[in-house]
């Protein structure tokens, strides 16, 4: 898969399918677009490229920074894994908020990308003050030489599947829910830094994870897989998402103990995968008490 931080793309890659949208969870609308993408090209023998934002335009105007279901790399290793073409990056900037939406579509989609067929959902809006929307794809289709093809969102058990009911599960500790939503399980991968070995000390060596710029679940101990470059593959553990209130801390982290493994991880790229919420974060009156919760914690995640 080749990938564009700009619109300056192959000539093979022209005339190609391109779906467009955030994607930010990968959820399981976002690979109803994609899967119907891809499935075109397969017909039509064409190439199938992804325009997606970094960082997503919530990030932008807002500027929370835990926002994201999925990291950059993450989406690239799920793109690739589809198969899909290309892959454009394009920066959200003060620049690029600012250009009209029928710019948009004559200057990047016609004129640098030349794009045959375009993939997006129904509730896809582009452009300055984002005035462009489906209708408007729809409106310029002749005139640029395109066809748009519209995705009704997907539904489980009823409602809508987006990005915004997905964190507001993480937020609240439903990870089973969540995972159902995206169609995989959530994973956050991060290298781990040094940390006070206070895990170790008290029996449960823990390896630190920065949460940077994921949506952060409730605070809470969780039961997880974990994996780490080769070294071992979704070994099980526990995973406390917090401040360590038992301690002071003051900053957010996530810690993972990992079942039978002792190694010294430090700077590991480590992939988190959250199963399941097992209990509230809580402060404990001494060290003993914590000892006996987390070997709680740990049958209740063996189960």
């Known amino acids: ?38 499935k075109k090209a397969k017909k039509e023998n064409l190439k199938c490229g992804i325009l997606s934002f970094e960082p997503s335009p919530f990030i932008f105007f807002t500027k929370n920074k835990n ?8 989406k690239i290793s799920f793109f690739k894994k589809k198969k899909v073409d290309f892959f454009i990056v394009k920066k959200f900037d003060k620049k690029f908020r600012c250009i009209p939406y029928k710019e948009f579509i004559k200057k990047i989609l016609f004129k ?7 993939f997006i959902s129904k509730n ?12 408007s794809l729809k409106k310029y289709e002749n005139k640029f030489g395109f066809i748009s093809f519209i ?18 599960f993480i937020k609240e500790g439903n990870i089973l829910k969540a995972n159902k939503y995206l169609g ?22 823990t390896c630190n994870l920065n949460f940077k710029n994921y949506i952060i679940p409730k605070f809470g101990v969780y039961s997880v897989l974990v994996s780490c470059n080769g070294l071992f593959i979704n070994k099980k ?29 430090y700077k590991k790229r480590l992939d988190v995968i959250f199963k399941k919420f097992i209990r509230p974060e809580k402060k404990f009156d001494n060290i003993n008490e914590l000892k006996l919760q987390i070997k709680k914690d740990i049958k209740i995640s063996k189960r």
Do not use: C
């Open 151 to 168: 995705t009704k969102p997907f539904k489980v058990d009823g409602k809508i599947i987006s990005s915004t009911i997905i964190r507001k």
């Open 184 to 205: 995989k399980e959530w994973t956050v991968t991060g290298k781990v830094e040094s940390g006070e070995k206070r895990g170790r000390k008290i029996g449960f060596p």
């Open 124 to 135: 896809f809006k582009f452009g300055k003050n984002r005035k462009g929307d489906v209708k």
């Open 112 to 118: 640098k990308l030349n794009i045959k067929y375009i």
């Open 1 to 38: 898969m080749k990938i564009y931080k700009n619109f300056e793309i192959n000539k093979n890659f022209k005339r190609s399918i391109l779906a467009i949208g955030n994607f930010d969870g990968m959820h399981k609308g976002h690979q109803k677009v994609l899967n119907l993408a891809l």
């Open 67 to 74: 926002h994201n279901l999925y990291s950059l790399s993450q």
């Open 237 to 265: 553990g526990i995973a406390n998402v917090g401040l360590r209130p038992t301690f002071g801390g003051k900053n957010i982290i996530l810690e993972v103990n990992i079942f039978g493994i002792n190694k010294n991880l």
